[in-house]
């Protein structure tokens, strides 16, 4: 069954330091991995990674994809309480459709 | 502005009551998607569309219907035999290809 996990689940920090989430997964027919931030309702996308080791970045976020280990990272580096978010990965698959993890709750505080 | 709009925001409703779920966009996408969001949990697929006048199941379609009449409208009903209703509904649309999907801005139901 195809399945996408997020660790942590839950996770908190102070402003200035920097995160690491994790996302692996086991999709079959795998096209892309994708990165979004959920602050209050709609997911915002953040990132989308189709190739092995090629970072992407935005800013002070940047995201890897490793399909060999089946996993990717999402790094946030000086964090901000404006970072506070639940930061969702998912899967998405020439079976047309995308599949989630659970999600990691990111709290920065001041 | 292209996006996709969900309503109502906030939904209550009686057990044993249907309840239909409206989500309409404008991006011209192709694709709709219905996710149910519980605490904990992540995203999970209810229903999805590719195309108009027919839709498939998701991982967790059953107390669920929905229709496909317009490309721009894809409205979920939940019926009485769904359960535990009582969650964080996301429609969502795209077009092959693109880039990630664009997400409304969800519909909280409770169940009284």
């Known amino acids: 069954e195809d399945k996408v996990v997020q660790s942590p689940l839950s996770l908190v920090v102070h402003e200035g330091d920097t995160v690491t989430l994790n996302c692996s997964y086991e999709v079959t027919n795998f096209r892309s991995l994708l990165w979004y931030k959920q602050e209050k309702k709609a997911p915002t996308f953040l990132f989308m990674l189709t190739s092995s080791g090629i970072e992407k970045k935005s800013g002070r976020l940047s995201s890897i994809l490793d399909k060999k280990e089946l996993f990717s990272i999402l790094n946030i580096t000086a964090t901000q309480t404006g970072d506070s978010a639940i930061y969702l990965c998912?899967?998405?698959?020439?079976?047309?459709?995308?599949?989630f993890g659970a999600g990691t709750r990111l709290t920065v505080k001041p | 502005d292209g996006g996709i709009t969900q309503s109502p925001k906030y939904l209550f409703r009686k057990e044993g009551q249907n309840v239909t779920l409206s989500c309409e966009q404008n991006?011209?996408?192709?694709?709709m998607y219905w996710y149910r969001q519980d605490p904990g949990q992540g995203l999970r697929l209810i229903y999805y569309s590719q195309i108009v006048n027919d839709f498939q199941k998701g991982d967790i379609a059953e107390g669920y219907s929905v229709s496909r009449e317009k490309k721009e409208s894809f409205p979920l009903t939940v019926t009485s035999a769904q359960k535990n209703p009582t969650a964080f509904y996301l429609c969502a649309s795209a077009n092959p290809g693109q880039r990630g999907y664009t997400f409304g801005s969800g519909t909280r139901l409770t169940v009284v």
């Open positions: 991006l011209n996408h192709d694709a």
């Open positions: 998912a899967v998405d698959s020439y079976n047309n459709d995308m599949r």
